[in-house]
């Protein structure tokens, strides 16, 4: 299923910057990176339940936010990219 991830973390203290910096480090393992912090994932359901509490644990919901947009398996039909920066298959081949 492929699920929009979005998230905005408090950046004021060292600490949000260390919770920034984590939060996007776990999206990176799990999902590719469509804007600074928007991140899209084709996971199956199981392991999008784990990529969501990680990332739970990880934020200060006191000053932090996440996003979880669920477009599930028939997401071709309801992205549309315009612009410079070029789309990709997250169906295809990904290369780290």
């Known amino acids: 299923m492929m699920v929009i991830i979005s998230y905005d973390v408090s950046t004021s203290d060292a600490d949000g910057r260390k919770r920034l ?39 200060d919901d006191k000053e932090d936010s996440l996003r979880f947009y669920y477009l599930g ?15 990709y298959n997250p169906e295809g081949v990904i290369i780290i």
Not at 30 to 51: G, I, M, P, T
Not at 73 to 87: L, P, T
């Open 73 to 87: 398996n028939n997401w071709e039909h309801r992205v549309e990219h315009i612009g410079s920066k070029q789309s």
């Open 21 to 59: 910096r984590k939060v996007a480090k776990e999206c990176q393992n799990h999902a590719q990176r469509v804007q600074n912090s928007v991140f899209e994932a084709d996971l199956d359901y199981s392991a999008f339940l784990k990529l969501k509490n990680r990332l739970i644990e990880l934020i």
